[in-house]
Every structure is written in structure tokens, then in C-alpha cells.
């Protein structure tokens, strides 16, 4: 089965800091993605990549940034966290969206 | 801009109890259909996926979804649900490609004895 590891289950990090969460998985898909869940808004799109090196914003970009160098890692990055970035953080992978995402186990992201 | 709306926020049933879950999509074109289901602590698992064929869609645990084009609908149902069931569901939508899946807002399932 395709897995995919998210590296913290939980971070509790200050406003203002740089945040980095971090999503590898093992079955070189090309396909990455990092959603946020929040109750009653279900997952919002934030960022995805198609390959290394390249990226597309989702739809809700503001306040992040990603990184791919390589394939089977996919990092998001908070600039300057805030207290509205407090949420659960998803990372999904696909071989092809077609046959839908693997997700990882999420980070919950506190930021005081 | 492409949506997946979910009816229902929070549904509360007995065991036993027939379940069915209202999904809608906004998309025109050809659509590949996800349900999404995430237990108390876990991560979000595939319970069923429609991309073509049969409107009929059979998953895991014994959860079915219909597609009916004409009502641009991905109902999800149930004969019978257990306590275990409890956990809450994710509808999601996409065309055909690479393109992100977008998700619905989700249904919390209460499984009561």
C-alpha cells in the first residue's frame, strides 16, 4: 500500500514563526497535494505540484508556500505563522487523480 | 468555480438504521466521484469511487453510492449501520485529468445504540 508520512502529528509553534511541514510517500507518484481541514468547512485546497520543481497554487494560497525537490516530498511552508493557520494540515498523494488521493495521517498545527 | 455540496452536516441514526447521504457536484463535463470517510483519529480513507460504467458503486464496509447525471448527484447509502460507522464522510468531485479534487464540507455520522 502507498504510504503517506507526514513528519509531526502535532506542532504547536508561535505567531510569527516559520513553519515548516513535511510529507514524503513511497510509491513515486508524481502527483502531491496539501489541504487544510477545518470543522465545517470540510479540505480546502492550498497548494499542489504535478512534478519536482513545479507547483500551482490552490484555493487558498495566501500566507503559504511549498517546496518539491524531490519527488517523493512535498513540503509546506508558513512564512510568518498566525493564529488563523491553526488547523489540521493534510498531505495527499495520487498517481492519478482519477483514481483518487492516499492521504496522510495530518498535522494539527496550533499557533499561539 | 467547481463545488460539492453535502446536505446534511450532522446526521444521528440507531443502529441498524438506513443511512443515505446527499452529495451534489456542480460540474458540466465528465466527472470522476469520490466518498471520503475519516474515524475518530485516523486518516481520511477511499470508501468508493465512481469513474464510469455501472451508476452503481459498490465499496468497502458494505456503503454504495449511486451517480444519477440528470441530478448532478453521488448519494451515499447504507442498509444498515453499525456503531463503527461512526466517523465523518467526505464527498469529492473532479473531471476527468489531473486536475485537484474538490471536496464537500462533510457529514458527521452519529451511530447511537
Known amino acids: 500500500d502507498v504510504k503517506v508520512t507526514q513528519s509531526s502529528r502535532y506542532l504547536v509553534k508561535r505567531t510569527g514563526e516559520k513553519v515548516f511541514l513535511e510529507c514524503v510517500q513511497d510509491m513515486d507518484h508524481e502527483n502531491m497535494f496539501w489541504y487544510r481541514q477545518d470543522p465545517g468547512l470540510g479540505l480546502r485546497l492550498i497548494y499542489f505540484s504535478y512534478d519536482v520543481k513545479m507547483k500551482e497554487k490552490g484555493d487558498i494560497p495566501e500566507g503559504y508556500s511549498v517546496s518539491r525537490e524531490k519527488k517523493e516530498r512535498f513540503s509546506l511552508i508558513l512564512e510568518s505563522a498566525s493564529t488563523n493557520q491553526t488547523s489540521m494540515y493534510l498531505c495527499?498523494?495520487?498517481?492519478?487523480?482519477?483514481?483518487?488521493?492516499?492521504f496522510g495521517s495530518g498535522t494539527r498545527l496550533t499557533v499561539v | 468555480a467547481q463545488s460539492v455540496s453535502q446536505h446534511n452536516h450532522h446526521v444521528i441514526l440507531s443502529e441498524a438504521a438506513s443511512l443515505e447521504l446527499g452529495c451534489n457536484y456542480s460540474y458540466g463535463g465528465t466527472v470522476n466521484l469520490f466518498w471520503y470517510v475519516q474515524y475518530p483519529g485516523q486518516h481520511l480513507q477511499l470508501l468508493l469511487k465512481y469513474f464510469s460504467g455501472d451508476p452503481l458503486v459498490k465499496g468497502i464496509k458494505g456503503f454504495e453510492a449511486e451517480f444519477i447525471k440528470s441530478k448532478f448527484s453521488f448519494n451515499l447509502r447504507k442498509p444498515s449501520v453499525q456503531w463503527s460507522d461512526t466517523a465523518e464522510y467526505f464527498c469529492?468531485?473532479?473531471?476527468?485529468?489531473?486536475?485537484?479534487?474538490?471536496f464537500g464540507k462533510g457529514t458527521r455520522l452519529s451511530v447511537i445504540a
Open positions: 469529492a468531485a473532479g473531471p476527468s485529468g489531473n486536475t485537484p479534487l474538490v
Open positions: 495527499a498523494s495520487s498517481l492519478n487523480v482519477g483514481y483518487g488521493y492516499t
